[in-house]
């Protein structure tokens, strides 16, 4: 089993900035796929980012958002930059094991980020 518990999230003025924290505990995430996604009202959980032996970037992030691991402590980050109004949403640390043995995944419990314009 894997708890994921995301951090960081919060209020900011558009064109700031936010880090968001991801910690890892239970069994050791180092050969999981670690991602961020997120989810506005009335809309579907959207991918960002994701971190394996490589990065992915959704369009509407790149270049903006970047994703990254810190395996020896059980760490994922998504550092947020230049971020607009319509980035406000909960945001989701996942842990995708379907290159693991397990063939599991695990979501945290969502940090709010709001972008005022």
């Excluded at 910690?23 to 991602?35: D, E, H, I, K, N």
């Excluded at 506005?40 to 394996?52: C, D, H, I, T, Y």
């Excluded at 230049?82 to 842990?95: F, G, Q």
Aim: proline share 2%.
């Amino acid at each position: 089993q894997v708890q994921l518990v995301e951090s960081g999230g919060g209020l900011v003025q558009a064109g700031g900035s936010l880090r968001l924290s991801c910690a890892a505990s239970g069994r050791t995430v180092s050969s999981y796929t670690m991602g961020w996604f997120r989810q506005a009202p009335g809309k579907e959980r959207e991918f960002l980012a994701s971190v394996s032996a490589h990065t992915l970037y959704a369009d509407s992030v790149k270049g903006r958002f970047t994703i990254s691991r810190d395996n020896a402590n059980g760490m994922v980050y998504l550092q947020m930059n230049s971020l607009k109004p319509e980035d406000t949403a909960v945001y989701y640390c996942n842990a995708d094991g379907k290159y693991t043995q397990y063939k599991d995944a695990y979501w945290g419990q969502g940090t709010q980020v709001t972008v005022s314009s």
